[in-house]
Structures are given as structure tokens and as C-alpha cells.
């Protein structure tokens, strides 16, 4: 017999978003039920920092904006309203002291993204949120001012409603796109999905050879046919199967097959500063081998090998000997490294989702869809994706916070 039950708040989705946003619903007194489709909560919180837990980053929250892409005005409000501090001191006052590991990075000071999940279980808990593990909602029915959620076994009915489904990457966590079903069957726009900070895969990659060489804060130029569209700097990794690295997974939203990107192993695109540079050094060492010569711009030795072999320049030859059409062909492969996007990472590899529901739909001050009164949508199920670095979770936090401090109680 299906059961049915009435309660203030239904949030779905037992990620960073949902048990934030429910701890906050059971804090103002509201009878709130989490529904959870996995047998346990957060297993992609669970993976994330390698199992660590990168949950936000250090500085002033203002800094965080641009790296949402192009979605800065969106977060605002959410990350004001609860920000990096905020977390920091949730989790201080809870007894888990919180603290910078590299560049910024936060992470809980035992580096165990579970001691993180037990201190929001715990309380949900104290709250009183009703969390209700192997619950797959099939599907979401409005009626006049009601939502009557459906399970396998049971009916909900709310005038309240979190989505907190989270994306579509990494599946095997449970995050396998279901909300954006539930929000285009309640008239929501999905825009297009693709896999975000994902690596960059290039059929016959060329530098097999030089995979685990890492460049720091090489410039990334990305061309769609003739046309520079943008430039970024961070930090690349070479892998066996094409390019990886912070630089290029938080690039990887703005990427597309056959999208052409340019890489400069030195500190400088402008080929023509190059020349003149190298040439002074030519001019300084040219009795030296080329190699040699060009040990000044700190390239990887495996990986300027094998540039200089892919221009048929002996290493051993003396920089002064170098023809000017190999110099020339040398400084395009040093300050434009060329390469064919085939094909980006897929879902089962992606860190996050590049799109979801449409942005335009959703109230940002309060993260209440416009179109109907009582849903509301956080976290990753919504059309934000931000850069690595703890800025994904901290999203997903803040607007799990605001939606539920907008629920009328
Ligand atoms: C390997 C990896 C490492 C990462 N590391 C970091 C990091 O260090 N820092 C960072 O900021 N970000 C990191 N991220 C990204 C970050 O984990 C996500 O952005 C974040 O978890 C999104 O939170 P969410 O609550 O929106 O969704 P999720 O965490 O995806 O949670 C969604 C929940 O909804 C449930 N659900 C889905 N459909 C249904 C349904 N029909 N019925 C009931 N329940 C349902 C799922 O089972 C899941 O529990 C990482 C991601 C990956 C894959």
C-alpha cells in the first residue's frame, strides 16, 4: 500500500547542498525530510580531495567570483550570505578545526572529507531532519499549491521543495542527472550538459613520452577555427592520453571537440619577445649546444627534447648553427605548442557538470524557481561550475543555505 505523508520541506539529494540545506530547514523548527536515493549520504563529498576534502578556499569571499566562469552575478548572494568564514567557523564550533594546505586550499585539519559528512549528519540529527536512505523519487506532481512527490513505495506531499540532485559526473555517487528530469517536468529549462574539469584527450598524442611533466603557469590559448576566443594561465600536467593539470581542468568548461589550443612552455605567447630573447642567447652562447642554450627558459628537459626532435634539431648542435626556418618553427613550438582537441573527459571521469537548469529561471537572492512558487534548487543541479579549489562545495553550501533560509515557514 503506497503511504503518504505531509511534511514543511522535502530536500532532495544527501550531498553538501541537500544536508546543509536540511539542517538549516530542521534549525528553524520546519518538519523536513531528506530523501536520499543511495543507501548512505555524500559519497561524491566522500571522494572529493581525494578523499580530503577541499571544501572551500581561504581569502575574502569577493575573490571567489571569478571563478564561476561567466555565472558571477548569480553566486553572489548565495556566497555572501554564507560565506568561506561562515563554514570555517560552522565546522570550528563543532569541534573540526579547518585549515589551508596549499595555495588556499581548505581542508578539515584530520584530512578526512567522513569527519566533514559526520559533523552534517550529526546535525541533521540534532535538527531533526528525517533522512530517508534508498528513496528514489520517481517524480514530482504539482498540484494546485502542493507538490506531491513520488517513491517507489510512498507519496509526500510539501508546499516545499530543495532540489540538491547534484550533476551528472561521476554516476557511480548517485549524482546521474535525475533533477534535471525533475526540474523540466516542472517547466525548467535544462541548458546543454558536458562534462566539466575534465583533462583534454588527443587521439596519437605526440608527448606520450612526456607524461607526468608539469608546467606552472603556462598560458592556454584557445582557438575555434582562425578565432582566438580565450586565455587563461595555470598550472598544465602532461598525461599519456593528451593534457591535464588545474590550468586545463578549469579551463575544460569553455572547451569543445576540435577546439585547437595553444600552449606556451615558457614564460611568454609573444613568439616575436621569444626570438629576440633566444637570439641574445645565441649571440651570448652560441658555442653552446642548443640544449643548453635554451636551459635558461626552464623548460622540462624530456619535454624539450622531444620538441627539439619533433623539429629534427639535434640537441647536441651549436646554438649558433640553428637555421633561421628551424629557430622559427622552434619559437612556434615553444610559445604555441599546438593541439587538437578529440575529445574532452567524460561524465565517469568529470569533476563537476558544465550546465543544468537554467539560470534565468531561478530567483538568485533566494534560489526560488521563478516559475513556481516553493521549488527551489542548490548546488550542482543548477547551471554553476566553478573552478578547482574548493569553490564547487562552497557553492553548493551557500545555496543549499540561502534556498533553505527562504523557505516560508
Ligand atoms: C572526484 C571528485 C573530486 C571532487 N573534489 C572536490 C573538491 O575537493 N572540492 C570541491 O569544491 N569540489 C570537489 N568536487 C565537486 C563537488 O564534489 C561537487 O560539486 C559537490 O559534491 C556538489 O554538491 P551537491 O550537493 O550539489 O551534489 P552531490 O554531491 O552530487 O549530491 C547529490 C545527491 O543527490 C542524490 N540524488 C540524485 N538523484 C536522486 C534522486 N532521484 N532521488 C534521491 N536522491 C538523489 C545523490 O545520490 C547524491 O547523494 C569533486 C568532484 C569529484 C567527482
Redesign the pocket.
Known sequence: MIQEETVDVIV???????LFAAQVCGSRGLKTYL????KS?????L????GQ????HAGKIGDFLSHYGDNSRFVRTALYNYSNENVISFFQERGLRLIEVNNGKIFPETLKSRDILSILLSECATNKVCIKYE???SGIVRSEDLFKVQTQDSTFTTRNIII????K??PK????G??YQFASQLGHSITQIKPA?TSILIDDFPFQICAGISIPDAIIQLYRGTKKIRQTQGDILFTHKGISGPGILDFSRFLNPNDTIRLSLTKTANSDEFEKSLLEQIALNGKKSIKNCLSIYEIPERLLLAILEMNQIDPTSKAADLEKTKRKALVKHITALEFNIDRLGGFKE???TNGGVALDEVNQKTMESKLIKGLFF????LDID?D???????F?ISS?VLAAQNILS
Open positions: 532532495i539529494g544527501a550531498g553538501p547542498a541537500g530523501l536520499e536515493k543511495n549520504a555524500g559519497l561524491k563529498l571522494i572529493s580531495g581525494t576534502c577541499n571544501i572551500t528513496t528514489s523519487i540538491c540532485t547534484g550533476g559526473s561521476y555517487t548517485g549524482s546521474s535525475d533533477g574539469l568529470a569533476m563537476a542548490a548546488g550542482e543541479v566553478a578547482t579549489g574548493g569553490y564547487n562545495i562552497q553548493a543549499g
